[in-house]
């Protein structure tokens, strides 16, 4: 079971999403707290290209392929269905304090909705209860708290009470 407790950073394309992950990531590791991202996106990458060894071994047959290398190491697999996405990944983030979603608006995981644009379409047309709060320097809905896209600290501050239980690092 998933127990890990995660946060959605989601919005449209360039609103800025990776900059607040990135910035939140740096913000928690520096109160002590063990962080994992992942990132969703709704279109492919190519991370394991054609002919490379590890290529080679995923089509031959393997179910999972781990290429190893002196300083970190990388995990190949094909993508499980969405009811077992998070069990399949959860061994790889469950000894870190809290992991962090870019992206991945369709899951019901607790999330900041960013918005960079007054005009921009709202990832959510209706607000979820699992909406806690905006990071915008537009106007947004006033039932949800807001920050301001570069107010790092207060959004790790809220980050830590509402999602984290107000936990110290390291306390699961």
Not at 76 to 97: C, H, K, S, Y
Request: glycine share 8%; net charge negative; aromatic share 6%.
């Amino acid at each position: 079971m998933f127990e890990t407790p995660r946060l959605h950073i989601v919005g449209r394309k360039n609103s800025g999403k990776t900059t607040l992950v990135s910035a939140l990531t740096h913000e928690l590791s520096q109160r002590g707290y063990t962080i994992s991202t992942i990132k969703h996106t709704g279109h492919g990458h190519p991370i394991d290209t054609e002919g490379k060894d590890t290529w080679q071994h995923r089509r031959a047959g393997a179910v999972t392929t781990v290429m190893l290398m002196p300083e970190e190491f990388a995990v190949f697999a094909d993508r499980p269905g969405e009811d077992q996405l998070l069990e399949r990944i959860a061994p790889w983030v469950e000894d870190t304090d809290l992991v962090i979603v870019e992206g991945w608006s369709a899951s019901n995981g607790a999330c900041i909705e960013i918005r960079a644009q007054e005009d921009a379409e709202p990832v959510f047309s209706d607000l979820p209860e699992h909406l806690l709060a905006f990071a915008a320097d537009v106007p947004v809905p006033e039932d949800r708290p807001c920050f301001g896209r570069n107010e790092i600290h207060p959004i790790a501050d809220f980050i830590v009470q509402s999602v984290l239980g107000g936990k110290m690092p390291g306390q699961r």
